[in-house]
Nanobody, 116 residues
Framework: QVQVVEFGGGLVQAGGSLRLSCAAS????????MGWYRQAPGKQRELVAE???????IYADSVKGRFTVSRDNAKNTVVLQMNSVKPEDTAVYYC??????????WGQGTQVTVSS
């Protein structure tokens, strides 16, 4: 069973920065996409940013220019650098591993709270 573990998260002031890391283990097949989703209270889970196996980066419009996602295919890790954070970025952030037809896997989630 694939295991997905997240690191980082916490409380940060608006305008500040935060870094989230994720590592996937027990990977025996190619990861097609790897990245981050978030879910705020009372809202649906939404894509934040992800990277395809070919290196294409995909961002939600709300984070473009502020967040940067990077992936290490050899280590099966992904990092989300969050800059100029806003109170509306407050959510539980989940690492997502997409192995296409082989399945998809989620981390346990890490809380990010941005104070105004």
């Amino acid at each position: 069973q694939v295991q997905v573990v997240e690191f980082g998260g916490g409380l940060v002031q608006a305008g500040g920065s935060l870094r989230l890391s994720c590592a996937a283990s027990r990977i025996f097949f190619m990861i097609y996409k790897m990245g981050w989703y978030r879910q705020a209270p009372g809202k649906q889970r939404e894509l934040v940013a992800e990277v395809t196996s070919g290196g294409r980066e995909i961002y939600a419009d709300s984070v473009k220019g502020r967040f940067t996602v990077s992936r290490d295919n050899a280590k099966n890790t992904v990092v989300l650098q969050m800059n100029s954070v806003k109170p509306e970025d407050t959510a539980v952030y989940y690492c997502h591993v997409d192995q296409s037809s082989r399945g998809e896997y989620w981390g346990q989630g890490t809380q990010v709270t941005v104070s105004s």
